[in-house]
């Protein structure tokens, strides 16, 4: 993202990376929504909405991942704040037609920056856990899809995305 002048701002004036100062934006309310799926054999969908997944809980393991993940986003990439966040939501529900889950974050703060990098982890992770925990049954599961459905708040203003 380039500043009013032209500049990259997470770059220097020495062309290494660094992380932006938004110490002088101020706090405001800021929420995103994302969203990604896991595509898998219907046997494997059917076996973990039955609940006969090896190792246990699928989806409730996937969910509390997701959220665990959004609040480390700062710990796993490298140039994002660590920002409070005052909720983070991960649904996983499943999707014959795929067939798999489709799985959606939405985390909010309020900050002086946003929270899209937040609600994308725990989508990713969210959907890595579902993959772990099923496994066993179904080495093909595909992860796809991670993207950044809407965001809101902010100096750049709201962004939704478009439908497929």
């Avoid at 994302?34 to 219907?42: D, E, S």
């Avoid at 393991?61 to 665990?68: C, D, N, R, S, Y």
């Avoid at 982890?121 to 969210?126: G, L």
């Amino acid at each position: 993202m380039q500043d009013l002048f032209g500049n990259l701002t997470h770059i220097d004036d020495r062309g290494q990376a660094q992380m932006v100062d938004v110490s002088a934006k101020p706090a405001t309310r800021r929420e995103a929504i994302a969203a990604g799926q896991v595509r898998m054999q219907p046997e494997t969908l059917e076996a973990i909405a039955a609940g006969n997944a090896p190792k246990g809980d699928v989806l409730g393991t996937a969910k509390l991942a997701g959220i665990m993940a959004a609040k480390q986003t700062a710990q796993l990439i490298p140039l994002c704040h660590t920002i409070p966040l005052h909720k983070v939501e991960v649904q996983i529900q499943p999707n014959p037609q795929l067939p798999g889950y489709e799985i959606q974050a939405t985390a909010v703060t309020k900050a002086e920056t946003g929270v899209e990098m937040e609600a994308l982890t725990a989508v990713t992770i969210a959907a890595l856990t579902l993959y772990d925990m099923a496994k066993a049954l179904d080495k093909t599961m595909q992860i796809e899809n991670i993207r950044l459905l809407k965001k809101t708040g902010g100096k750049s203003g709201d962004f939704v995305t478009e439908a497929p």
